[in-house]
């Protein structure tokens, strides 16, 4: 059992920087993928960025490649998504999860992952 919980959502203007963080309880933190989601007013859960359960690897949709970084600290078991200039269409509630799938393979399903955490949101102004 993983739970999950993110912090580091605000208001910030376009152009701007945040840095989400995720912190998991449990001492198994290391062995799961990660990856961050993100629900805009009116549209489903999209998937943001994933990272293995070693950090080596990383993926991106394509939208915020080049500007987001997602990295984790498995001794402090947590996971960060690094947002630089960030435009208005960024604004939604991100939410970390957690998968047990096998290692090796990338997930981009929210069905593919087994514990989430309850978002936080995030607001670009113009």
């Known amino acids: 059992q993983v739970q999950l919980v993110e912090s580091g959502g605000g208001l910030v203007q376009a152009g701007g920087s945040l840095r989400l963080s995720c912190a998991a309880s449990?001492?198994?933190?290391?062995?799961?993928?990660m990856a961050w989601f993100r629900q805009a007013p009116g549209k489903e859960r999209e998937f943001v960025a994933t990272i293995s359960w070693s950090g080596t690897s990383t993926y991106y949709t394509d939208s915020v490649k080049g500007r987001f970084t997602i990295s984790r600290d498995n001794a402090k078991n947590t996971m960060y998504l690094q947002m630089n200039s960030l435009k208005l269409e960024d604004t939604a509630v991100y939410s970390c999860?957690?998968?047990?799938?096998?290692?090796?393979?990338?997930?981009?399903?929210?069905?593919?992952?087994?514990?989430w955490g309850q978002g936080t949101q995030v607001t670009v102004s113009s």
């Open positions: 449990g001492r198994t933190f290391s062995t799961y993928a």
């Open positions: 999860a957690a998968t047990a799938g096998a290692r090796g393979n990338y997930y981009f399903r929210v069905g593919d992952y087994d514990y």
